[in-house]
């Protein structure tokens, strides 16, 4: 089992790059253009990558994850959603 952990992991640490890719693009399309979709979006993406950087080991880029994850579900208040825009 520890064998097929560690391939799982060495597979999610190559795809690493390509979903850091796509945040990146998400954040680059929603300083250039904001919208409700698109900040839903990039929450989703910043979201997910929190969820499972932790399960495979990547503890740092979990917390940096979550702490942008906590400040985006802060905005996600209507109210401050209206100011953005």
């Known amino acids: 089992i520890d064998e ?3 391939a799982l992991k060495k597979m999610y640490a190559a795809n690493l790059p390509e979903k850091i890719k796509i945040i990146n693009s998400l954040w680059s399309k ?3 253009s904001f ?3 698109s900040f839903e979006e990039f929450h ?3 979201h997910s990558l929190e969820g499972s950087s932790g399960t495979y080991g990547f503890f740092q880029l979990g917390q940096a994850c979550r702490d942008l994850n906590v400040y985006l579900e802060q905005l996600k208040e ?3 959603l209206d ?3």
């Open 4 to 6: 097929k952990l560690a």
């Open 30 to 32: 929603l300083k250039n």
């Open 35 to 37: 919208s409700k979709s």
């Open 44 to 46: 989703r993406a910043v």
């Open 78 to 80: 209507p109210s401050s």
């Open 83 to 85: 100011a953005i825009q």
